[in-house]
Nanobody
Framework: VQLQASGGGLVQAGGSLRLSCAASGRTFGTYAMGWFRQTHGKEREFVAAINWSSDNIYYADFVKGRFTISRDNAKNTVYLQMNSLKPVDTAVYYC????????????????????WGQGTLVTVSS
């Protein structure tokens, strides 16, 4: 499985970015997908996840109302729309694939995901 994340960059506080994660090598549409982020010296933290059918979505409290996760199974791609960005959102953002197919429950725990993209850097200036 290969995951290619893109869409990161430099944006001013209050701005928006849309991250994309294109997957290959696995039946993408049967697996939940997650976004995580990590800053230097900190643990990787959960941002959002979406199940295989898009009817179960879960957000970390700190992004609720600002970020939206979605997926297009026909394009094997998951997205993270990030609005009202803050400097504290500065991090490397990673997409990941759930280890278990057809799972309706989605997890905020990184150990539940077994394939990871290379990360895309988001920098929010004040």
């Amino acid at each position: 499985v290969q995951l290619q994340a893109s869409g990161g960059g430099l944006v001013q506080a209050g701005g928006s970015l849309r991250l994309s994660c294109a997957a290959s090598g696995r039946t993408f549409g049967t697996y939940a997908m997650g976004w995580f982020r990590q800053t230097h010296g900190k643990e990787r933290e959960f941002v959002a996840a979406i199940n295989w059918s898009s009817d179960n979505i879960y957000y970390a409290d700190f992004v609720k109302g600002r970020f939206t996760i979605s997926r297009d199974n026909a394009k094997n791609t998951v997205y993270l729309q990030m609005n009202s960005l803050k400097p504290v959102d500065t991090a490397v953002y990673y997409c990941a694939v759930d280890a278990v197919p057809w799972r309706n429950a989605i997890s905020p725990y990184s150990a539940e995901y077994n394939y990871w993209g290379q990360g895309t850097l988001v920098t929010v200036s004040s």
